[in-house]
Each structure stands twice: as structure tokens, then as C-alpha cells.
């Protein structure tokens, strides 16, 4: 009999995790509660790295789609103070995918989605309970944008469903804390509309870093420009950063030429709370049912989290291949071996949020971003 898996969330790790099974022959289908791959924008730029992020995509047979995609140059990172001085300045070597070049959310999803047989990702399909079955595997009930329910049935369940997982408590009631708020702005068509502002940016990133507050700006390769402000947990109520003004009067002082960000942006802030899982979370292993990304190890949105999600949906994946007649010792495999790679990064991510939002962190993080002198 064919193994059914569902995979819940059609985000990174889960479309990574499909694309890499259906290059071993096995089938899954994806439920994801938007209503199309249009539906909301997908954020800013990913840094890839080689050893995580890159390789997943190797494993997934879409290297050179990848390259043909991403942007070297968006390495590029530049680290100033509220008065516009350069702390540390990054440039990647032109031309060189060695490091970790940057690619847009968007354009990644759409790589993965575009390498995935038709239907494999079923649209609207908002997953809202899974429910053990006597004989083994579960059944999914949906709901529809109207309430009413739809029903599936699979022999194994991955939850990819993000921070607020669903599937998350059949393993774990591991909690969430809020550790930061995050305001995003977006400026279309920078170079036209905002030229100074595009070169104040440059091809990559840019991090302005005060007290306890972070003013940052990627550039995205569409030529729009994604502005992140990064405030610690508990300052104010997040409603308080509803409109840009409230967010000027932060930046009070500050370089006129950097606070142009926030008055460019188009249209008001989105608000998000930051929420992280407990550093070191495990859950005992039960057959059929795993997680993978931020609904098994939500971390500081630090430059590992897609990576990591990518790199367990590899390690998922051929651990299933190289096993379908036993998914249970294949995901149990799986969920050690993910423990153990992950504690380490998830407290080093927060160790580096930590940072980033500590009134010493200029030069905390010039400290962090400069090379040890060799002895």
C-alpha cells in the first residue's frame, strides 16, 4: 500500500520536503491555507548558506535554477550609526556563490513550487485539527474560508506550519515568548522614486543601529527596498506603531538621511510580534507525525531559520527515502539527529537577538562582525 503523507504548510521547508520526495518517487500533498501562491507578499531576501540552505537545494536538484536566481552582490552589508558612520562595511567577492548569496522569499517559493507536479499543493486549505486514527495515521479537517469543514486522512503527518503551529500540540505544549516587535515598510521602484535612498541602501543590506533599536533596509530584486525597525519586547503596546509618525519619533536625532526610510515607506507599517519557542525544546517520538522549521524550533529571525527549515526538510526527506517501508524509525532517525543540530543555533540566534537590541549593541556587533586578528 502507498505511505499518504501530508505535509502541513506550504512555506520553505515544506515544499523543499516535497520536492525532495517526489524526487525519490514517493508522493506527498501539501495543504496550505492561503488561496494561491499571489496571495500576500513573502517578505524580503534570504541569505542561503552553503552547508543548510544551499544544500538543500542540491539534494532537491535545483542548483542551477537557484543560481540563475539569486544575487551574489545582495551579499553586500553595510553597518552604520544614528549619525550615518560606516561601523563595518561587507563586500562579497563579485560574482561568487562561496558564501551566502541572497535570493527573494518570493522567488524561492516560486523556484520550489514551479519543480512540484500539479496538485501536489492543494490551495485553501486552512488545517485546523488532526486527530490520531485508531488503526494509525490521522485524519486533517480544513476549514473553508466560509467555516465549513473539509476532511483528508494521511499515514504520516508533517507539520510545517510555522509559528503558530497546529500540529505542534500532538508533540509538545512548549510555549512561546515574545521577544521583539518588528514594523516592515516597503518602497517600490526605489531607483526611479527614491534614488538617494537606493544608494544609501546599495545591492544588499543595511543595518542602522542605536540604543535598544535597530532601523534596517534590504534591497529586493524587483528594485523595491524592505525597511525593518526591530524594537525590543515590552517598550510600548504594538498598536502604538500603527503610523509611521509614531515610528519617527523613535529615530529622534537621528541622521535625517537614514529616517527617510520610514517617511518613503508606501503606506503604514505591518506590525509583528516576535515569538521564539524555548531554547532546547525535544518531544518524545510518536509514529507518523513529525515537524520541521519554525513549527519545531521557532527561533530569532536572525539569518538561520529558512535555512535550517530547508536543511530539516532534506534530512526528513532522505531519511524517508532511504527507508519507506519504515517512516516511524525514519523520523525517529530524523528528530535526533535535528535535537542535536539545532539547540546550538537556536542559542546562538538568541544570543545575537539579544544583542542586536542591547543599548552596547554598535559595538557589540562591530565586535561580532570583525575578524580575529591571526596570531
Known amino acids: 500500500m502507498t505511505m499518504r503523507i501530508a505535509i502541513a504548510g506550504g512555506g520553505l521547508g515544506g515544499l523543499t520536503l516535497a520536492r525532495i520526495l517526489h524526487r525519490h518517487g514517493i508522493g506527498a500533498v501539501v495543504y496550505e491555507r492561503e488561496e494561491s501562491r499571489s496571495a500576500r507578499p513573502q517578505g524580503g531576501l534570504l541569505d542561503l548558506h552553503p552547508e543548510s540552505g544551499q544544500r538543500a537545494l542540491d539534494e532537491a536538484g535545483l542548483t542551477g535554477e537557484f543560481r540563475s536566481e539569486a544575487r551574489p552582490e545582495g551579499e553586500e552589508h553595510r553597518i552604520l ?55 494509525g495515521g490521522f485524519g486533517l479537517t480544513f476549514e473553508d474560508g466560509d467555516g465549513a469543514g473539509r476532511d483528508a486522512g494521511c499515514d504520516v503527518l508533517v507539520g510545517a506550519d510555522g509559528a503558530r503551529s497546529v500540529v505542534r500540540s500532538l508533540l509538545t505544549d512548549a510555549p512561546l515568548s515574545h521577544v521583539a516587535t518588528l514594523a516592515e515598510l516597503s518602497i517600490a521602484d526605489a531607483d526611479r522614486r527614491h534614488p538617494d535612498l537606493a544608494d544609501l541602501v546599495g545591492p544588499g543590506n543595511l543595518w542602522c543601529i542605536g540604543v535598544s533599536r535597530i532601523l534596517a533596509a534590504q534591497r529586493l530584486g524587483d528594485g523595491g527596498i524592505r525597511v525593518g525597525i526591530s524594537l525590543p519586547a515590552g517598550d510600548r503596546p504594538i498598536d502604538a506603531y500603527r503610523d509611521k509618525r509614531a515610528l519617527l519619533e523613535l529615530f529622534d536625532g537621528w541622521n535625517p538621511r537614514l529616517t527617510a526610510l520610514i517617511e518613503a515607506g508606501d503606506g503604514p507599517p505591518t506590525l509583528r510580534g516576535i515569538e521564539v519557542m524555548p531554547t532546547g525544546t525535544r518531544w518524545a517520538h510518536r509514529p507518523g507525525l513529525t515537524l520541521i522549521g519554525d513549527a519545531a524550533h521557532l527561533m530569532p529571525p536572525v539569518g538561520e531559520g529558512a535555512n535550517q527549515a530547508m536543511l530539516d526538510a532534506a534530512e526528513l526527506g532522505a531519511a524517508l527515502a532511504a527507508d519507506p517501508a519504515d517512516p516511524g524509525a525514519a523520523i525517529r532517525a530524523f528528530e535526533a539527529a535535528m535535537f542535536d543540530r539545532i539547540e546550538p543555533i537556536a542559542e546562538m540566534s538568541a544570543r545575537v537577538q539579544a544583542m542586536m537590541l542591547s543599548p552596547t549593541a554598535a559595538e557589540d556587533i562591530v565586535r561580532f562582525f570583525t575578524p580575529e586578528p591571526s596570531q
Open 81 to 135: 550609526d544614528p549619525a550615518g558612520r560606516t561601523l563595518v562595511h561587507h563586500r562579497p567577492e563579485p560574482g561568487s556563490f562561496a558564501g551566502r548569496p541572497e535570493i527573494d522569499r518570493r522567488v524561492l517559493r516560486d523556484l520550489l513550487l514551479d519543480a512540484l507536479p500539479a496538485g501536489t499543493v492543494r490551495w485553501g486549505h486552512r488545517l485546523v485539527a488532526a486527530t490520531p486514527r485508531a488503526g
